[in-house]
């Protein structure tokens, strides 16, 4: 059977950032950091890694398309002195039937840098193409106006990045009774002291969207939203609604099993939003003192909810 597909469709999205050259490039090349950099990206997989700066790379991705998510293959090829990332998706997502592209960055003079973001894709038939453009539209547009920001923000960009990881043991503990618990996040408002409340959905195995109130004490209820995927010993996440002092975060469960019991980790990495730590804390917050609240706040509860892990584990052996 001859399978009829629309003519290609080619599309080109740009954006001037004062920022250098290399150093957009480096934010590009640098897919690990994509699911804090870009807002529709969940989660990479790296598959095969370039053997250096330079060469191909295989990786899977899941990221949000006109509000679903959707995870691919994908091929890229790295130059980082003509400044180019080539892309073809190996397995697309439906209804892609083929996707490929390149970033361009071009310096332009006076620390300023053009970059070109192209897309190519064909589809079955006109509705198709209609979603995917808005898809490419819409993802081409966030990443864009992010990768701007976070390369204007320079060296302070560090400042703003937080990467903490919070481990709890469990003697005679089962890694799979732990995972369990953490992936049924559905029975979190019954199981977990700071969760009042828990809508989740997954229509598709492993890829899990929820909304959720929490609070802390005496404070006030936070309402986050987040798409979770659950891999083997592993959940990642990304929050799609988060506090006004966050641009971005992004977080990783893991269960492994040691001697004597198990392991269980939680791995947070936030930016900061340096407006909204102004709106937040007042004209005399700090992102000192930012820093130290959001280690505070998510410390705490990612440790409380891995204690009831080991408990509710200890209960199961």
Not at 288 to 310: D, F, I, P, Q, Y
Request: charged share 20%; glycine share 8%; with cysteine.
């Amino acid at each position: 059977m001859t399978t009829i597909e629309n003519p290609p469709v080619q599309v080109t999205h740009q954006v001037t950032i004062a920022a250098d050259p290399d150093l957009v490039y480096a934010l590009v090349a640098d897919v690990a950091g994509w699911p804090w950099t870009f807002a529709p990206t969940v989660h990479v997989e790296v598959l095969e890694a370039a053997p250096s700066a330079s060469g191909v790379e295989r990786l899977k991705l899941w990221a949000l398309a006109n509000g679903a998510v959707r995870s691919w293959t994908s091929r890229r090829e790295l130059d980082p002195v003509g400044r180019t990332v080539r892309f073809a998706q190996e397995v697309p997502a439906t209804p892609v039937l083929s996707m490929s592209g390149e970033w361009r960055i071009t310096a332009i003079g006076a620390g300023r840098t053009l970059v070109e973001l192209l897309h190519t894709w064909t589809a079955a038939d006109d509705d198709a193409d209609r979603l995917i453009s808005r898809a490419v539209q819409t993802n081409s547009t966030a990443e864009l106006a992010a990768l701007r920001t976070a390369a204007e923000q320079g060296a302070d960009r560090s400042g703003l990045l937080l990467d903490f990881t919070d481990t709890v043991d469990i003697p005679g503990g089962g890694p799979a009774a732990v995972y369990a618990f953490l992936r049924d996040a559905a029975r979190w408002p019954q199981r977990l002291p700071h969760v009042a409340r828990l809508d989740l959905v997954e229509d598709e195995p492993g890829v899990q969207v929820m909304e959720m109130d929490t609070w802390a004490g005496d404070g006030p209820v936070h309402t986050t939203r987040s798409v979770r995927v659950c891999l083997d010993g592993t959940i990642v996440y990304k929050q799609t609604a988060t506090p006004e002092v966050m641009a971005a975060h992004v977080g990783r469960w893991r269960v492994e099993a040691v001697a004597g019991g198990a392991r269980v980790s939680s791995r947070h990495i936030v930016v900061l939003d340096p407006r909204g730590v102004t709106a937040a804390l007042g004209a005399d917050g700090t992102i000192g003192r930012a820093r130290e609240l959001v280690r505070a706040k998510l410390g705490a509860n990612s440790t409380t909810t891995m204690r009831h892990a080991a408990a509710f584990a200890a209960g199961r052996s």
